[in-house]
């Protein structure tokens, strides 16, 4: 049920994202915004998720905005430095929820 819920929110903000960056790289247009680091800072959580439940959330054919943003919000020189490492999150998830 949560899964499903959380794909849903997903598709809708594939939706807004198409509509809001109008083509271009982020949510507010050609640079990163207030929208897209709010929502990045998501990114690292939603990746445990998905190592968690399988799920890919943000994957090239469901949400193929949402793929390509993500992938340049990670790749972009102020935001790549302070990316947490995914593998570091979900080792302290397994030890926090005793997974």
């Not at 899964?3 to 509509?19: G, R």
Request: proline letters at 5%; glycine letters at 10%.
């Amino acid at each position: 049920m949560a899964i499903a819920k959380l794909d849903q929110c997903m598709t809708l903000l594939e939706e807004t994202f198409q509509e809001c960056s109008k083509g271009r790289g982020f949510f507010g247009g050609d640079d990163i915004g207030f929208i897209d680091i709010g929502f990045g800072s998501l990114l690292g959580p939603l990746k445990v998720l998905e190592k968690f439940t399988g799920v890919k959330f943000i994957h090239p054919e469901n949400t193929p905005g949402l793929f390509q943003w993500a992938n340049r919000f990670y790749a972009h020189e102020a935001v790549k430095p302070v990316m947490p490492d995914i593998e570091k999150l979900v080792e302290f998830a397994r030890l926090k929820f005793n997974t």
